[in-house]
T-cell receptor, first 114, second 112 residues
Framework: EAGVVQSPRYKIIEKKQPVAFWCNPI?????LYWYRQNLGQGPELLIR????????DSQLPKDRFSAERLKGVDSTLKIQPAELGDSAVYLC????????????FGPGTRLLVL | GENVEQHPSTLSVQEGDSAVIKCTYS??????FPWYKQELGKRPQLIID?????GEKKDQRIAVTLNKTAKHFSLHITETQPEDSAVYFC???????????FGAGTTVTVRA
């Protein structure tokens, strides 16, 4: 079984520029999560999808962050414009469904904003 | 919301010794407690988890204990090996069952 796939793995941008991250979950997994992991800390949930519906985006800074999962499979997380404080690792995770607690993580995208 | 605290932040052990990491949580309704291992530059990987109806779970050299009354749970690694060196995260689920709150992590170094 292929794991969660994310791209790019690394991204360096200047502040105020836009950036997008892509995630493809494990095949058959209906629930998709985006997390942000700051240096030396644990992951923090940004948004959770059940199929194509965002069912929890309470932690997503909506002034500059957006996400979509149009066909209920892969997902894109966007930041526009990026700020210095957005430098972090952005992790995608998936689980089989809303009742499956086990979350499988992707390798993450390491973002550096200069 | 749920608050998870993890101690120690760093742990250095001699190869073959045991390592213990402790976490406390605040939400008494939390009922799922996974542990993830993250090697440098790699994805967090689930190594063991426990649910609130169980007090202890073991998988080879790894064990987790849960004390719901005191709201704390611990990871025990016995006979540590160099490949156990990594950052370990504990987490607890919210009432909804899916929203994981993570501890800040413990960097474990196994000295050969």
């Amino acid at each position: 079984e292929a794991g969660v796939v994310q791209s790019p793995r690394y991204k360096i941008i200047e502040k105020k520029q836009p950036v997008a991250f892509w995630c493809n979950p494990i095949s058959g997994h209906n629930t998709l999560y985006w997390y942000r992991q700051n240096l030396g800390q644990g992951p923090e949930l940004l948004i959770r999808y059940e199929n194509e519906e965002a069912v929890d985006d309470s932690q997503l800074p909506k002034d500059r962050f957006s996400a979509e999962r149009l066909k209920g499979v892969d997902s894109t997380l966007k930041i526009q414009p990026a700020e210095l404080g957005d430098s972090a690792v952005y992790l995608c995770a998936s689980s089989r469904d809303n009742w499956s607690e086990t979350q499988y993580f992707g390798p993450g995208t390491r973002l550096l904003v200069l | 919301g749920e608050n998870v605290e993890q101690h120690p932040s760093t742990l250095s052990v001699q190869e073959g010794d045991s390592a213990v990491i402790k976490c406390t949580y605040s939400d008494s309704a939390s009922n799922y407690f996974p542990w993830y291992k993250q090697e440098l530059g790699k994805r967090p990987q689930l190594i063991i988890d426990i649910r609130s109806n169980v007090g202890e779970k073991k998988d080879q050299r790894i064990a987790v204990t849960l004390n719901k009354t005191a709201k704390h749970f611990s990871l025990h690694i016995t006979e540590t090996q160099p490949e156990d060196s990594a950052v370990y995260f504990c987490a607890a689920s919210s009432q909804e069952g899916y929203k994981l709150s993570f501890g800040a992590g413990t960097t474990v170094t196994v000295r050969a």
